[in-house]
């Protein structure tokens, strides 16, 4: 079983950067693939990124492509995502997810554990 808890979310104005980690506990997460989802007030959850269990091969949302990014730390056992120039219409809470089989993946439905989630607010 693996513990997944979010942290670094906020309240922030357009424009601005924040960073996001994922730590992991219960178990090494070196094999799996990790994920950043979110989801917005009145909308379903949407796939962020995709990150490999080496790291060396990521994923983005189009919507997020040049200025998110996913990285890992597997000494740590964790997970970070870089968000740059963010949006109000990315206020969301951002949840991270692992995945055991060793193939990236964008859908949802194919992680097997989850965090709780932090609130990311973007004000306009």
Known sequence: QVQLIESGGGLVQA????RLSCAASGRRIITYPMGWFRQAPGKEREFVAVISPGGS???YADSVKGRFTISRDNDKNTVYLQMNRLKPEETAVYYCAARRIHINS???ASYDYWGQGTQVTVSS
Do not use: H, I, V, Y
């Not at 424009?15 to 924040?18: A, H, N």
């Open 57 to 59: 091969t990521t994923d």
């Open 106 to 108: 964008a859908s949802e």
């Open 15 to 18: 424009g601005d950067s924040l």
